[in-house]
């Protein structure tokens, strides 16, 4: 049987901006049949070319079938789109960036509404959507039961990374993944400030800063092994005594280059917090520790 006689799993999705358009259009070329519904109808036109039904209203789209996924700005905007709208014993799948309390409080009223939940957190930006080979993928969290029995459907825009019941886990992987990303943009930033004023080509540099960049890669797992056993002093190759020694040279440096010092400065700082409660032996993995010290006063009562 050739891949386009199996019978494909029809679907709705809400929501046709960037990320939702590239999403449709993968179900689409996957031969699923697809019901879409966007606030501004215009967004849908292009999608009916191709093969979509286009409802006019979410409680049409929704009645379309038992899968509906929501890809839409903020949870805000899913609030206000799925308002009033019955979706008894429907598996709602929620593609939208959440918070890991968002996706909780979602999971609880979806369950008091009779209906099937997992949150998704997208790790992709939309050209990699429904590209082989691109590396995008999705935290999925909270019901197991209906993530395997659209674990086909969903893998076709990317790859699916089920993450645990919890339904807000998929958006904490997600943000911590985001978080991670943007402390490296903050580096990346103050490297190429650093240069700004010089002649260094940013294209010369660009390949020297990548490949160190990955290479230091392996800190990642050097640190979750101590997270894991809680002895930071494993393992350790540059003490924190060390590097701390060399704060002054970057903070000096970024000073007669002329530029801030105020992206990396946090970080330096709370190095030489460790320092001063004497664990200058350690690697550079307490500072989560001071870090996860805050009360988190924003935490909702989990599902
Ligand atoms: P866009 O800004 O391109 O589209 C936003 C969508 O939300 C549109 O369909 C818009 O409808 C709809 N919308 C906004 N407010 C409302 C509302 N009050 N009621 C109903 N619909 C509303 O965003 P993306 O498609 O790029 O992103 C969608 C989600 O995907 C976001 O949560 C984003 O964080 C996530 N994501 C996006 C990535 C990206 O690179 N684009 C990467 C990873 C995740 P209308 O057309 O009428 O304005």
Redesign the pocket.
């Known amino acids: 049987m050739t891949d386009n006689a199996i019978e494909k799993s029809p679907l709705t999705l809400l929501?046709?901006?960037?990320?939702?358009?590239a999403l449709a259009r993968a179900w689409l070329a996957a031969g699923h049949p697809l019901t879409v519904w966007?606030?501004?109808p215009g967004?849908a036109e292009p999608l009916a070319a191709e093969g979509a039904a286009v409802a006019g209203t979410v409680a049409e789209a929704v009645a379309a079938g038992r899968l509906v996924v929501v890809?839409?700005?903020?949870d805000?905007?899913v609030d206000?789109?799925l308002a009033g709208v019955d979706l008894a014993g429907k598996d709602l799948v929620n593609?939208?960036?959440?918070t890991p309390g968002q996706a909780r409080a979602r999971a609880i009223r979806a369950r008091e509404r009779g209906v099937h939940f997992v949150d998704g957190?997208?790790?992709?930006?939309?050209p990699m959507i429904g590209a082989p080979g691109s590396g995008a993928h999705v935290f999925y969290s909270g019901s197991r039961t209906l993530f395997d029995s659209h674990r086909e459907t969903l893998a076709v825009p990317a790859g699916t990374s089920y993450v645990g019941e919890d339904a807000g886990f998929a958006a904490l992987h997600d943000v911590a993944l985001l978080s991670a990303m943007n402390g490296m943009f903050a580096g990346v930033s103050h490297a190429f400030a650093l240069i700004r004023k010089e002649n260094i080509e940013p294209t010369a540099f660009a390949p020297l800063l990548a490949d160190w960049l990955v290479a230091m890669t392996s800190s990642v797992h050097a640190a979750a092994a101590q997270l894991a056993d809680g002895d930071y002093t494993r393992g350790v190759v540059s003490n924190l005594a060390m590097q701390v020694a060399g704060n002054a040279t970057l903070l000096r440096t970024a000073e007669e280059q002329g530029v801030s010092a105020e992206l990396l400065a946090p970080y330096l700082a709370l190095m030489e917090r460790l320092l001063a409660d004497g664990r200058g032996n350690e690697s550079t993995t307490g500072v989560v520790d001071l870090l996860a010290l805050r009360p988190t006063r924003l935490r909702t009562v989990g599902a």
């Open positions: 929501g046709l901006g960037a990320m939702g358009t966007n606030r501004s967004r890809c839409l700005l903020d805000a905007s206000e789109a593609l939208t960036t959440s957190g997208i790790m992709a930006v939309p």
